[in-house]
């Protein structure tokens, strides 16, 4: 069964662009989560999606948004970017349902770079 | 508050050696953990989880702990070998109004292992 796939792997930027990453989940999973890493702040919370729907979000601006394709596939968005943007942007994905916890599987991640 | 912190940034053992990383975290509410392992370039790699019916859990080498009484739970790697290298992170698995989940990650061990 192939993993969590995320593309691109790397992405440079100019501040005030816009950004696109993608994640396809491991199949069957319908649950999409998607995580900032940085070295001062960590892994944080961006938002997760379920079937379609998104069902939490974390403490990001309104710059960062994603959404979930009926295949599962997420993406999520970073409008005019900015130089703490720059992450390690990961999805996981996670078989659980509504209510469900179970473990999350993550993919390589999209380094992003702001300049 | 969902904080989850680690005791200690880095840890050096002897290889053969067994190893302790240990997590505190402060939500009494929390009932699922997850211990990840993240090697450099690559996303968190699931290692093993914990619900809070259970106090101890065993893996292939790898043992968590749980101490509800103190909000603290260890790994416990057995006969730490060079591939064990990496950063450890213990994350709780909250379960948010809507049915929706979200990973809340410590700061993160460094593990290194000496030859």
């Known amino acids: 069964k192939a993993g969590v796939t995320q593309t691109p792997r790397y992405l440079i930027k100019t501040r005030g662009q816009q950004v696109t990453l993608s994640c396809s989940p491991i199949?069957?999973?319908?649950?999409v989560s998607w995580y900032q890493q940085t070295p001062g702040q960590g892994l944080q919370f961006l938002f997760e999606y379920f079937s379609e729907t998104q069902r939490n979000k974390g403490n990001f601006p309104g710059r960062f948004s994603g959404r979930q394709f009926s295949n599962s596939r997420s993406e999520m968005n970073v409008s005019t970017l900015e130089l703490g943007d720059s992450a390690l942007y990961l999805c996981a994905s996670s078989p659980r349902g509504f209510g469900i916890r179970t473990e999350a599987f993550f993919g390589q991640g999209t380094r992003l770079t702001v300049v | 508050g969902e904080s989850v912190g680690l005791h200690l940034p880095t840890l050096s053992v002897q290889e053969g050696d067994n190893s302790i990383i240990n997590c505190a975290y402060s939500?009494?509410?929390?009932?699922?953990f997850i211990w990840y392992k993240q090697e450099s370039g690559k996303g968190p790699q699931f290692i093993i989880d914990i619900r809070s019916n259970m106090d101890k859990r065993q893996g292939q080498r790898v043992t968590v702990l749980l101490n509800k009484t103190v909000k603290h739970l260890s790994l416990q790697i057995a006969a730490t070998q060079p591939g064990d290298s990496a950063v450890y992170f213990c994350a709780e698995n909250a379960l948010l109004t809507g049915g929706g989940n979200k990973l809340t990650f410590g700061t993160g061990t460094q593990l290194k292992v000496e030859l």
């Open positions: 199949s069957g999973h319908r649950s």
């Open positions: 939500n009494s509410a929390s009932d699922y």
